[in-house]
Protein backbone atom coordinates (compact mmCIF):
# COMPACT_ATOMS: atom_id res chain seq x y z
CA UNK A 1 0.00 0.00 0.00
CA UNK A 2 1.32 3.69 -0.98
CA UNK A 3 1.48 6.65 1.41
CA UNK A 4 1.00 10.15 0.94
CA UNK A 5 1.76 13.40 3.02
CA UNK A 6 -1.48 15.27 4.38
CA UNK A 7 -1.12 18.85 5.47
CA UNK A 8 -3.13 20.00 8.71
CA UNK A 9 -4.01 23.18 9.53
CA UNK A 10 -1.54 23.52 11.90
CA UNK A 11 1.10 23.13 9.36
CA UNK A 12 2.21 19.93 10.65
CA UNK A 13 3.33 16.77 8.61
CA UNK A 14 2.50 13.51 8.80
CA UNK A 15 2.38 10.44 6.94
CA UNK A 16 -1.04 9.19 6.13
CA UNK A 17 -2.29 6.37 4.09
CA UNK A 18 -3.71 7.45 0.22
CA UNK A 19 -4.30 5.92 -2.75
CA UNK A 20 -2.25 3.30 -4.95
CA UNK A 21 -0.16 5.77 -6.83
CA UNK A 22 0.75 7.48 -3.92
CA UNK A 23 4.24 7.73 -2.81
CA UNK A 24 5.61 8.41 1.33
CA UNK A 25 6.68 12.06 1.62
CA UNK A 26 8.50 13.17 4.67
CA UNK A 27 6.29 15.42 7.54
CA UNK A 28 7.31 16.92 10.81
CA UNK A 29 5.44 15.76 14.43
CA UNK A 30 4.95 16.96 17.55
CA UNK A 31 7.52 13.71 18.33
CA UNK A 32 9.66 14.55 16.06
CA UNK A 33 9.80 18.35 17.01
CA UNK A 34 10.15 17.21 20.51
CA UNK A 35 12.97 15.03 20.09
CA UNK A 36 15.22 17.79 17.55
CA UNK A 37 14.89 20.18 20.40
CA UNK A 38 16.68 18.54 22.70
CA UNK A 39 19.17 17.80 20.52
CA UNK A 40 22.28 20.75 21.07
CA UNK A 41 23.74 20.76 17.60
CA UNK A 42 21.94 21.82 15.02
CA UNK A 43 19.90 19.52 12.96
CA UNK A 44 17.73 20.14 9.12
CA UNK A 45 16.28 17.78 6.88
CA UNK A 46 14.93 17.99 3.46
CA UNK A 47 12.34 15.97 1.65
CA UNK A 48 13.22 14.45 -1.92
CA UNK A 49 12.66 18.71 -3.90
CA UNK A 50 15.49 19.92 -1.46
CA UNK A 51 12.59 21.61 0.55
CA UNK A 52 13.63 22.05 4.55
CA UNK A 53 11.10 20.22 6.17
CA UNK A 54 13.15 19.80 9.60
CA UNK A 55 14.91 21.95 11.77
CA UNK A 56 15.60 22.52 15.36
CA UNK A 57 16.08 25.15 17.17
CA UNK A 58 20.02 25.01 17.76
CA UNK A 59 19.95 25.18 13.64
CA UNK A 60 17.58 28.30 13.88
CA UNK A 61 19.84 29.93 16.03
CA UNK A 62 22.84 29.37 14.38
CA UNK A 63 21.02 30.66 10.64
CA UNK A 64 19.73 33.83 13.08
CA UNK A 65 16.15 32.73 11.22
CA UNK A 66 13.11 32.54 12.83
CA UNK A 67 11.17 28.93 12.21
CA UNK A 68 8.43 30.10 9.44
CA UNK A 69 12.04 31.62 7.63
CA UNK A 70 13.35 28.41 7.12
CA UNK A 71 10.70 26.29 6.34
CA UNK A 72 9.46 25.11 3.15
CA UNK A 73 12.49 27.07 1.70
CA UNK A 74 14.70 25.27 -0.32
CA UNK A 75 18.35 24.08 0.91
CA UNK A 76 20.12 26.67 -0.85
CA UNK A 77 18.81 29.65 0.58
CA UNK A 78 18.95 28.22 3.81
CA UNK A 79 22.67 27.30 3.89
CA UNK A 80 25.00 28.66 0.90
CA UNK A 81 27.17 25.49 -0.33
CA UNK A 82 25.22 22.85 1.53
CA UNK A 83 25.76 19.54 -0.14
CA UNK A 84 22.87 17.52 1.60
CA UNK A 85 21.18 17.59 -1.72
CA UNK A 86 24.06 15.01 -2.68
CA UNK A 87 22.56 12.60 -0.10
CA UNK A 88 19.57 12.13 -2.52
CA UNK A 89 21.10 11.63 -5.55
CA UNK A 90 24.01 8.95 -4.18
CA UNK A 91 21.35 7.79 -1.32
CA UNK A 92 24.79 7.30 0.48
CA UNK A 93 25.58 8.40 4.19
CA UNK A 94 28.32 10.66 4.91
CA UNK A 95 30.06 11.14 8.38
CA UNK A 96 31.73 13.85 10.05
CA UNK A 97 32.57 15.91 6.86
CA UNK A 98 34.25 19.27 7.61
CA UNK A 99 32.11 22.20 7.10
CA UNK A 100 32.36 26.04 7.35
CA UNK A 101 29.38 28.39 8.22
CA UNK A 102 29.05 31.53 9.40
CA UNK A 103 33.18 31.40 10.24
CA UNK A 104 32.72 29.02 12.39
CA UNK A 105 33.83 25.55 11.90
CA UNK A 106 32.03 22.05 12.34
CA UNK A 107 31.82 18.11 11.47
CA UNK A 108 29.07 17.57 9.81
CA UNK A 109 27.04 14.22 9.11
CA UNK A 110 24.44 13.51 6.35
CA UNK A 111 22.65 10.58 5.93
CA UNK A 112 19.09 9.59 3.71
CA UNK A 113 15.86 9.09 5.08
CA UNK A 114 13.63 6.14 4.28
CA UNK A 115 10.39 5.26 4.48
CA UNK A 116 9.57 1.51 3.75
CA UNK A 117 12.56 0.94 1.81
CA UNK A 118 11.52 4.40 0.33
CA UNK A 119 14.12 7.69 0.01
CA UNK A 120 11.96 9.90 1.22
CA UNK A 121 14.77 13.35 2.26
CA UNK A 122 18.34 13.66 4.14
CA UNK A 123 18.82 14.54 7.67
CA UNK A 124 22.38 16.21 8.37
CA UNK A 125 23.44 16.86 11.80
CA UNK A 126 26.09 19.54 12.46
CA UNK A 127 28.68 19.57 15.63
CA UNK A 128 30.83 22.67 15.76
CA UNK A 129 34.51 22.19 16.69
CA UNK A 130 35.93 25.99 16.31
CA UNK A 131 37.10 26.06 19.73
CA UNK A 132 38.42 22.35 19.47
CA UNK A 133 40.73 23.45 16.35
CA UNK A 134 41.60 26.44 18.72
CA UNK A 135 42.50 24.24 21.59
CA UNK A 136 44.23 21.42 18.95
CA UNK A 137 46.23 24.54 17.78
CA UNK A 138 47.33 25.42 21.70
CA UNK A 139 47.96 21.88 22.00
CA UNK A 140 50.20 21.73 18.62
CA UNK A 141 52.16 24.43 19.76
CA UNK A 142 52.61 23.07 23.27
CA UNK A 143 53.74 19.78 21.45
CA UNK A 144 56.62 21.91 19.43
CA UNK A 145 57.43 23.74 22.20
CA UNK A 146 58.24 20.78 24.47
CA UNK A 147 60.21 18.82 21.50
CA UNK A 148 62.29 21.81 21.51
CA UNK A 149 62.93 22.13 25.55
CA UNK A 150 63.58 18.31 25.35
CA UNK A 151 66.24 18.95 22.42
CA UNK A 152 67.98 21.80 24.18
CA UNK A 153 68.06 19.49 27.51
CA UNK A 154 69.17 16.87 25.63
CA UNK A 155 71.20 18.74 23.73
CA UNK A 156 73.38 20.45 26.66
CA UNK A 157 77.08 19.64 27.46
CA UNK A 158 76.13 20.12 31.15
CA UNK A 159 74.29 17.47 32.87
CA UNK A 160 70.73 18.29 33.86
CA UNK A 161 69.06 16.65 36.80
CA UNK A 162 65.48 17.52 37.09
CA UNK A 163 63.07 16.53 40.51
CA UNK A 164 59.98 17.88 41.84
CA UNK A 165 58.90 19.56 44.75
CA UNK A 166 59.21 16.44 47.06
CA UNK A 167 63.08 15.25 45.59
CA UNK A 168 61.18 12.92 43.10
CA UNK A 169 63.58 11.82 39.90
CA UNK A 170 61.55 13.30 36.87
CA UNK A 171 64.05 12.93 34.29
CA UNK A 172 67.92 13.43 33.37
CA UNK A 173 69.66 14.39 29.98
CA UNK A 174 72.44 12.09 28.20
CA UNK A 175 75.19 14.24 29.77
CA UNK A 176 74.10 13.47 32.79
CA UNK A 177 73.77 9.74 31.77
CA UNK A 178 77.95 10.38 30.34
CA UNK A 179 78.90 12.21 32.93
CA UNK A 180 78.39 10.05 35.70
CA UNK A 181 77.72 6.34 34.19
CA UNK A 182 74.28 6.35 35.78
CA UNK A 183 70.64 5.43 33.35
CA UNK A 184 67.67 6.81 33.85
CA UNK A 185 66.08 3.88 35.25
CA UNK A 186 68.59 3.56 37.69
CA UNK A 187 67.43 7.23 39.13
CA UNK A 188 64.03 8.37 37.37
CA UNK A 189 61.01 7.72 40.05
CA UNK A 190 63.05 7.59 42.82
CA UNK A 191 63.19 10.09 45.69
CA UNK A 192 66.75 11.67 46.58
CA UNK A 193 66.74 10.59 49.92
CA UNK A 194 66.34 6.95 48.99
CA UNK A 195 69.31 7.49 46.48
CA UNK A 196 71.12 8.87 49.39
CA UNK A 197 70.27 6.36 51.95
CA UNK A 198 71.44 3.65 49.07
CA UNK A 199 75.04 5.40 48.54
CA UNK A 200 74.01 6.27 45.06
CA UNK A 201 75.44 9.48 45.81
CA UNK A 202 77.25 10.76 48.97
CA UNK A 203 75.36 13.81 49.28
CA UNK A 204 71.88 15.42 47.39
CA UNK A 205 72.05 19.35 46.39
CA UNK A 206 68.40 18.84 45.60
CA UNK A 207 67.97 17.95 49.35
CA UNK A 208 69.90 21.32 50.12
CA UNK A 209 67.60 23.49 47.92
CA UNK A 210 64.21 21.92 49.21
CA UNK A 211 65.55 22.09 52.70
CA UNK A 212 66.59 25.95 52.51
CA UNK A 213 64.28 27.27 49.22
CA UNK A 214 68.06 28.50 47.97
CA UNK A 215 70.08 28.12 45.05
CA UNK A 216 73.03 25.66 46.16
CA UNK A 217 76.05 23.84 45.12
CA UNK A 218 78.13 20.69 46.29
CA UNK A 219 81.09 18.59 45.27
CA UNK A 220 79.35 15.34 44.66
CA UNK A 221 80.63 11.62 44.33
CA UNK A 222 78.70 9.28 41.94
CA UNK A 223 78.80 5.21 43.65
CA UNK A 224 80.98 4.61 40.58
CA UNK A 225 83.38 6.84 41.47
CA UNK A 226 82.34 9.91 39.70
CA UNK A 227 83.28 13.33 40.79
CA UNK A 228 80.84 16.02 39.64
CA UNK A 229 80.12 19.69 40.43
CA UNK A 230 76.09 19.82 41.11
CA UNK A 231 74.74 23.30 41.07
CA UNK A 232 70.97 23.26 42.02
CA UNK A 233 67.95 25.89 41.61
CA UNK A 234 64.52 25.90 42.41
CA UNK A 235 61.58 26.53 40.80
CA UNK A 236 58.20 28.26 42.08
CA UNK A 237 54.63 27.95 41.49
CA UNK A 238 52.43 30.96 41.89
CA UNK A 239 52.02 30.36 45.41
CA UNK A 240 55.48 30.22 45.99
CA UNK A 241 55.74 26.46 46.72
CA UNK A 242 59.32 24.49 44.98
CA UNK A 243 57.55 22.44 42.12
CA UNK A 244 61.13 21.51 40.43
CA UNK A 245 64.65 21.28 41.50
CA UNK A 246 66.74 21.60 38.50
CA UNK A 247 70.45 20.62 38.81
CA UNK A 248 72.99 21.29 36.53
CA UNK A 249 75.86 18.97 36.63
CA UNK A 250 79.21 19.37 35.67
CA UNK A 251 82.75 17.16 35.38
CA UNK A 252 85.27 17.76 37.66
CA UNK A 253 87.31 15.36 36.30
CA UNK A 254 87.19 17.19 32.38
CA UNK A 255 87.50 20.94 34.22
CA UNK A 256 90.78 19.38 35.84
CA UNK A 257 91.63 18.58 32.24
CA UNK A 258 90.94 21.86 30.84
CA UNK A 259 92.86 23.28 33.68
CA UNK A 260 95.81 21.32 32.51
CA UNK A 261 95.43 22.11 29.13
CA UNK A 262 95.40 25.53 29.91
CA UNK A 263 98.75 25.21 32.17
CA UNK A 264 99.97 23.79 29.06
CA UNK A 265 98.78 26.21 26.75
CA UNK A 266 100.55 28.70 29.64
CA UNK A 267 103.63 26.87 29.18
CA UNK A 268 104.06 26.42 25.57
CA UNK A 269 103.08 30.23 25.66
CA UNK A 270 106.28 31.33 27.64
CA UNK A 271 108.57 28.60 25.59
CA UNK A 272 107.08 30.61 22.93
CA UNK A 273 107.93 33.84 24.01
CA UNK A 274 111.94 32.74 25.44
CA UNK A 275 112.54 31.36 21.41
CA UNK A 276 111.10 34.88 20.10
CA UNK A 277 113.24 36.62 22.82
CA UNK A 278 116.17 34.30 21.44
CA UNK A 279 115.40 34.74 17.64
CA UNK A 280 114.87 38.37 17.95
CA UNK A 281 118.37 38.34 20.09
CA UNK A 282 119.74 36.95 16.95
CA UNK A 283 118.48 39.45 14.69
CA UNK A 284 119.91 41.69 16.89
CA UNK A 285 123.48 40.16 17.31
CA UNK A 286 123.11 39.59 13.33
CA UNK A 287 123.07 43.45 12.82
CA UNK A 288 125.40 43.69 15.12
CA UNK A 289 123.59 45.87 17.27
CA UNK A 290 124.94 45.00 20.93
CA UNK A 291 122.07 44.78 24.02
CA UNK A 292 122.97 42.95 26.46
CA UNK A 293 121.22 45.28 29.00
CA UNK A 294 117.29 45.06 29.85
CA UNK A 295 117.18 48.88 29.03
CA UNK A 296 118.44 48.21 25.08
CA UNK A 297 116.56 45.16 24.85
CA UNK A 298 113.78 47.27 25.83
CA UNK A 299 114.07 49.79 23.38
CA UNK A 300 114.59 47.20 20.61
CA UNK A 301 111.66 45.76 21.11
CA UNK A 302 109.66 48.99 20.71
CA UNK A 303 111.63 49.69 17.70
CA UNK A 304 110.65 46.47 16.72
CA UNK A 305 107.13 47.11 17.31
CA UNK A 306 106.65 50.70 15.70
CA UNK A 307 108.73 49.19 13.07
CA UNK A 308 105.40 47.73 11.39
CA UNK A 309 103.75 50.88 11.08
CA UNK A 310 104.61 54.03 10.06
CA UNK A 311 104.19 56.39 12.60
CA UNK A 312 106.22 59.37 13.41
CA UNK A 313 109.58 58.32 15.82
CA UNK A 314 111.56 60.76 17.57
CA UNK A 315 114.74 59.28 18.88
CA UNK A 316 116.33 61.07 21.80
CA UNK A 317 119.84 61.04 23.64
CA UNK A 318 122.82 61.93 24.13
CA UNK A 319 126.13 62.18 21.16
CA UNK A 320 126.93 58.76 20.48
CA UNK A 321 124.38 56.81 22.36
CA UNK A 322 123.44 55.03 19.35
CA UNK A 323 120.83 56.58 18.16
CA UNK A 324 121.23 56.52 14.24
CA UNK A 325 121.57 52.67 15.03
CA UNK A 326 117.70 52.72 15.99
CA UNK A 327 116.62 54.27 13.26
CA UNK A 328 118.50 52.02 10.91
CA UNK A 329 116.82 49.09 12.71
CA UNK A 330 113.29 50.93 12.61
CA UNK A 331 113.86 51.21 8.57
CA UNK A 332 115.24 47.67 8.40
CA UNK A 333 112.42 46.02 9.64
CA UNK A 334 109.79 48.15 8.22
CA UNK A 335 107.94 47.23 5.33
CA UNK A 336 110.12 49.84 3.26
CA UNK A 337 113.42 48.16 4.03
CA UNK A 338 113.57 47.89 -0.04
CA UNK A 339 113.31 51.75 -0.21
CA UNK A 340 115.40 54.28 0.16
CA UNK A 341 116.81 54.99 3.54
CA UNK A 342 117.59 59.07 3.29
CA UNK A 343 119.91 60.78 6.55
CA UNK A 344 120.62 64.60 6.72
CA UNK A 345 122.12 65.95 9.36
CA UNK A 346 120.22 69.11 9.91
CA UNK A 347 123.39 70.80 11.82
CA UNK A 348 125.58 70.37 9.46
CA UNK A 349 124.07 72.47 6.17
CA UNK A 350 123.63 76.17 5.79
CA UNK A 351 119.99 77.50 6.55
CA UNK A 352 120.00 78.16 2.58
CA UNK A 353 121.54 75.62 1.30
CA UNK A 354 119.17 72.99 3.54
CA UNK A 355 116.26 73.89 2.53
CA UNK A 356 116.97 73.13 -1.33
CA UNK A 357 118.49 69.75 -0.43
CA UNK A 358 115.00 69.15 1.84
CA UNK A 359 112.73 70.22 -0.94
CA UNK A 360 114.20 70.79 -4.18
CA UNK A 361 114.65 73.84 -6.71
CA UNK A 362 113.20 74.13 -10.30
CA UNK A 363 114.97 76.29 -13.19
CA UNK A 364 116.20 79.66 -12.04
CA UNK A 365 114.81 79.53 -8.59
CA UNK A 366 117.65 81.22 -7.65
CA UNK A 367 121.37 82.24 -9.27
CA UNK A 368 123.70 79.37 -9.43
CA UNK A 369 120.93 77.17 -9.56
CA UNK A 370 121.06 73.95 -12.38
CA UNK A 371 119.39 74.47 -15.18
CA UNK A 372 117.29 71.23 -15.41
CA UNK A 373 116.20 72.02 -11.25
CA UNK A 374 116.97 69.53 -8.72
CA UNK A 375 114.96 66.38 -6.44
CA UNK A 376 114.66 67.59 -2.77
CA UNK A 377 115.49 64.32 -0.37
CA UNK A 378 111.81 64.64 0.23
CA UNK A 379 111.03 63.06 -3.57
CA UNK A 380 114.71 61.00 -3.29
CA UNK A 381 112.92 59.50 -0.43
CA UNK A 382 109.79 59.28 -1.60
CA UNK A 383 108.45 55.59 -0.68
CA UNK A 384 110.95 55.24 1.97
CA UNK A 385 112.67 56.81 4.95
CA UNK A 386 113.73 59.91 5.99
CA UNK A 387 116.51 60.45 8.84
CA UNK A 388 116.47 64.04 9.96
CA UNK A 389 119.47 64.32 12.50
CA UNK A 390 119.66 67.08 14.94
CA UNK A 391 116.15 67.73 14.30
CA UNK A 392 116.47 70.28 17.21
CA UNK A 393 118.47 72.54 14.96
CA UNK A 394 116.21 72.87 12.33
CA UNK A 395 115.82 76.73 11.38
CA UNK A 396 112.21 78.03 12.45
CA UNK A 397 111.61 78.86 8.69
CA UNK A 398 111.95 75.38 7.85
CA UNK A 399 110.01 73.96 10.81
CA UNK A 400 106.64 75.47 9.08
CA UNK A 401 107.38 73.47 5.84
CA UNK A 402 108.18 70.33 7.52
CA UNK A 403 104.97 70.28 9.59
CA UNK A 404 103.49 70.98 6.37
CA UNK A 405 104.77 68.12 4.70
CA UNK A 406 103.58 65.56 7.64
CA UNK A 407 100.48 66.91 7.42
CA UNK A 408 99.18 67.08 3.88
CA UNK A 409 101.96 64.58 2.56
CA UNK A 410 102.69 67.38 -0.20
CA UNK A 411 105.93 69.25 -0.98
CA UNK A 412 106.87 72.21 -3.28
CA UNK A 413 110.55 72.89 -4.78
CA UNK A 414 111.89 76.23 -4.39
CA UNK A 415 110.95 78.22 -6.69
CA UNK A 416 107.28 76.68 -7.66
CA UNK A 417 103.80 76.76 -7.04
CA UNK A 418 102.74 73.18 -7.92
CA UNK A 419 102.43 70.82 -5.16
CA UNK A 420 104.04 67.20 -5.16
CA UNK A 421 102.91 64.34 -3.70
CA UNK A 422 105.46 62.75 -1.15
CA UNK A 423 104.93 59.02 0.23
CA UNK A 424 108.45 59.90 3.47
CA UNK A 425 108.16 57.84 6.81
CA UNK A 426 109.91 60.73 9.36
CA UNK A 427 112.90 59.48 11.68
CA UNK A 428 113.58 62.66 13.57
CA UNK A 429 116.75 62.40 16.18
CA UNK A 430 118.17 65.10 18.26
CA UNK A 431 120.55 65.07 21.32
CA UNK A 432 118.39 68.20 22.72
CA UNK A 433 115.22 68.62 25.27
CA UNK A 434 112.92 69.88 22.33
CA UNK A 435 110.38 70.24 25.50
CA UNK A 436 113.04 73.09 26.76
CA UNK A 437 113.67 74.44 23.25
CA UNK A 438 109.86 74.88 22.65
CA UNK A 439 109.70 76.61 25.94
CA UNK A 440 112.27 79.12 24.83
CA UNK A 441 110.71 79.86 21.22
CA UNK A 442 113.33 77.93 18.99
CA UNK A 443 111.33 74.94 18.01
CA UNK A 444 107.67 74.82 17.25
CA UNK A 445 104.96 73.61 19.86
CA UNK A 446 103.09 72.25 16.83
CA UNK A 447 105.69 70.58 15.13
CA UNK A 448 106.87 69.08 18.33
CA UNK A 449 103.74 67.31 19.10
CA UNK A 450 103.84 65.93 15.47
CA UNK A 451 107.58 64.61 15.63
CA UNK A 452 106.89 63.36 19.24
CA UNK A 453 104.26 60.69 18.47
CA UNK A 454 106.75 57.54 19.58
CA UNK A 455 109.32 58.70 21.38
CA UNK A 456 112.13 56.64 21.63
CA UNK A 457 114.61 57.29 24.63
CA UNK A 458 118.34 55.75 24.17
CA UNK A 459 120.39 55.70 27.84
CA UNK A 460 123.61 56.82 27.79
CA UNK A 461 126.30 54.05 28.17
CA UNK A 462 126.96 54.75 32.21
CA UNK A 463 123.58 53.26 32.35
CA UNK A 464 123.67 50.14 30.74
CA UNK A 465 127.06 49.03 31.98
CA UNK A 466 126.04 45.48 30.90
CA UNK A 467 126.67 46.49 27.47
CA UNK A 468 130.11 47.93 27.89
CA UNK A 469 131.68 44.33 28.05
CA UNK A 470 130.12 42.64 25.10
CA UNK A 471 130.99 46.32 23.21
CA UNK A 472 134.80 46.18 24.02
CA UNK A 473 134.99 42.03 22.74
CA UNK A 474 132.87 43.11 19.91
CA UNK A 475 135.08 46.40 19.02
CA UNK A 476 138.16 44.51 19.86
CA UNK A 477 137.02 41.76 17.22
CA UNK A 478 136.30 44.36 14.82
CA UNK A 479 139.37 46.10 14.66
CA UNK A 480 141.71 43.27 15.29
CA UNK A 481 140.57 42.01 12.09
CA UNK A 482 140.77 45.20 10.20
CA UNK A 483 143.78 46.00 11.00
CA UNK A 484 145.30 42.36 10.70
CA UNK A 485 146.60 42.60 14.77
CA UNK A 486 146.26 40.41 17.56
CA UNK A 487 145.50 41.96 20.76
CA UNK A 488 143.43 40.71 24.20
CA UNK A 489 142.93 42.70 27.20
CA UNK A 490 143.90 42.14 30.26
CA UNK A 491 141.80 41.45 32.79
CA UNK A 492 142.93 44.44 35.47
CA UNK A 493 141.61 46.51 32.15
CA UNK A 494 137.90 45.50 32.65
CA UNK A 495 136.95 46.97 36.08
CA UNK A 496 138.66 50.35 34.68
CA UNK A 497 136.67 50.10 31.27
CA UNK A 498 133.44 49.33 33.55
CA UNK A 499 133.96 52.22 35.95
CA UNK A 500 134.48 55.02 33.31
CA UNK A 501 131.61 56.83 32.97
CA UNK A 502 132.25 57.63 28.85
CA UNK A 503 130.65 60.92 28.44
CA UNK A 504 131.30 59.80 24.78
CA UNK A 505 128.89 56.80 24.88
CA UNK A 506 129.28 53.85 22.18
CA UNK A 507 131.45 56.47 20.02
CA UNK A 508 134.30 57.16 23.14
CA UNK A 509 134.53 53.73 23.56
CA UNK A 510 134.70 52.27 20.28
CA UNK A 511 137.03 55.08 18.74
CA UNK A 512 139.04 53.82 22.54
CA UNK A 513 139.38 50.05 21.74
CA UNK A 514 140.58 51.23 18.00
CA UNK A 515 143.45 53.33 18.94
CA UNK A 516 144.52 50.35 21.52
CA UNK A 517 144.59 48.06 18.98
CA UNK A 518 146.74 50.40 16.85
CA UNK A 519 149.01 51.92 19.00
CA UNK A 520 149.86 49.32 21.65
CA UNK A 521 152.79 47.42 20.65
CA UNK A 522 152.17 43.94 22.36
CA UNK A 523 149.70 41.43 22.51
CA UNK A 524 148.47 41.90 25.89
CA UNK A 525 146.64 45.29 26.61
CA UNK A 526 147.58 46.45 29.92
CA UNK A 527 146.92 49.08 32.31
CA UNK A 528 149.71 51.44 31.61
CA UNK A 529 148.37 51.14 28.15
CA UNK A 530 145.21 52.83 28.65
CA UNK A 531 145.39 56.49 27.79
CA UNK A 532 144.06 59.51 30.61
CA UNK A 533 141.43 60.25 31.73
CA UNK A 534 140.66 56.33 31.79
CA UNK A 535 144.01 55.40 33.38
CA UNK A 536 143.43 58.05 36.15
CA UNK A 537 139.36 58.16 36.22
CA UNK A 538 137.39 61.42 37.59
CA UNK A 539 135.15 60.77 39.54
CA UNK A 540 133.06 62.54 42.37
CA UNK A 541 134.54 63.28 45.67
CA UNK A 542 131.82 60.87 47.45
CA UNK A 543 133.32 58.02 44.64
CA UNK A 544 136.58 55.65 45.83
CA UNK A 545 138.53 54.29 43.47
CA UNK A 546 136.96 50.27 42.56
CA UNK A 547 139.75 48.49 44.86
CA UNK A 548 140.61 51.12 47.47
CA UNK A 549 140.22 48.98 50.41
CA UNK A 550 139.37 45.75 49.52
CA UNK A 551 141.09 42.82 50.25
CA UNK A 552 143.75 40.93 47.72
CA UNK A 553 140.94 38.05 47.28
CA UNK A 554 137.63 40.88 46.83
CA UNK A 555 140.09 42.03 43.94
CA UNK A 556 140.71 38.73 42.38
CA UNK A 557 137.14 38.11 43.11
CA UNK A 558 136.50 41.12 41.05
CA UNK A 559 138.51 40.55 38.29
CA UNK A 560 137.38 37.10 37.95
CA UNK A 561 133.70 37.73 37.44
CA UNK A 562 134.31 40.52 34.82
CA UNK A 563 136.93 37.85 32.89
CA UNK A 564 133.80 35.24 33.16
CA UNK A 565 131.00 37.48 32.15
CA UNK A 566 132.78 38.97 29.65
CA UNK A 567 133.48 35.82 28.06
CA UNK A 568 130.28 34.45 28.56
CA UNK A 569 128.96 37.83 26.47
CA UNK A 570 130.99 36.37 23.58
CA UNK A 571 131.22 32.41 23.83
CA UNK A 572 127.53 32.01 25.37
CA UNK A 573 128.00 28.21 26.34
CA UNK A 574 130.44 26.94 29.75
CA UNK A 575 131.73 24.27 26.80
CA UNK A 576 133.01 27.69 24.71
CA UNK A 577 134.34 29.50 27.75
CA UNK A 578 135.95 26.66 29.22
CA UNK A 579 137.74 25.96 26.00
CA UNK A 580 138.65 30.11 25.53
CA UNK A 581 139.85 30.43 29.00
CA UNK A 582 141.68 26.68 29.44
CA UNK A 583 139.97 25.57 32.39
CA UNK A 584 138.17 22.53 33.18
CA UNK A 585 134.14 23.07 31.90
CA UNK A 586 133.08 21.94 35.71
CA UNK A 587 135.26 24.72 37.19
CA UNK A 588 133.87 27.23 34.97
CA UNK A 589 130.07 26.16 36.07
CA UNK A 590 131.81 26.80 39.57
CA UNK A 591 132.66 29.94 39.03
CA UNK A 592 129.82 31.10 37.49
CA UNK A 593 127.70 29.85 40.24
CA UNK A 594 129.83 31.36 42.72
CA UNK A 595 129.97 34.66 41.24
CA UNK A 596 125.98 34.93 40.88
CA UNK A 597 125.96 34.30 37.23
CA UNK A 598 122.55 33.17 36.44
CA UNK A 599 121.97 30.22 33.58
CA UNK A 600 119.99 30.56 30.33
CA UNK A 601 119.33 26.97 30.56
CA UNK A 602 121.68 25.52 27.44
CA UNK A 603 121.94 22.25 26.65
CA UNK A 604 125.30 22.43 26.36
CA UNK A 605 126.61 24.78 29.38
CA UNK A 606 125.51 27.69 30.60
CA UNK A 607 124.32 31.06 28.69
CA UNK A 608 125.08 33.99 30.90
CA UNK A 609 122.85 36.97 31.00
Request: proline fraction near 4%; charge should be positive.
Amino acid sequence: MLYTAHVRKSGKWRVGRMSAVSVPVLQSSPAIESILSAMPNPVIGIDRQGIVRLCNDALLELLSRKRPHVLGKPIEECIEGSQLPNILQTGQKETWRRFSLKNRAFLVSRAPLYIEKQLVGALASLHEISQLEQISGELRSVRLLTEELEGIIESAFDGIYVTDGQGVTLRINESYERITGLKRVEVVGFNMRDLVERKVFDQSVTINVLESGKPSSVIQTISNGATVLASANPLYDSTGKIVRVVTAVRDLTELNRLRDELSQADHLKNQYKEELLKLRQDSFDSMEIIAQSAAMRNILDLALRVSSVDSTVLILGESGAGKEIIASFIHRHSGRSDKPFIKINCAAIPEQLLESELFGYVRGAFTGASKEGKAGLFEAADGGTLLLDEIGDLPMSLQVKLLRVIQEKQMKRLGSNTPRDVDVRILAVTNQNLSERVGQKLFREDLYYRLNVVPIHVPPLRERKEDILVMVHSFLEKYCKRHNRRRELHPAVIPMLLDHSWPGNVRELENMMERLVVTVAERTITTKDVPAPLGKQESPPSARPPFEGKTLKEMLDHVEAAILRNAFAKHRTTRNVAKILDINQSTVVRKAKAHGLKSRGKKNGIAIT
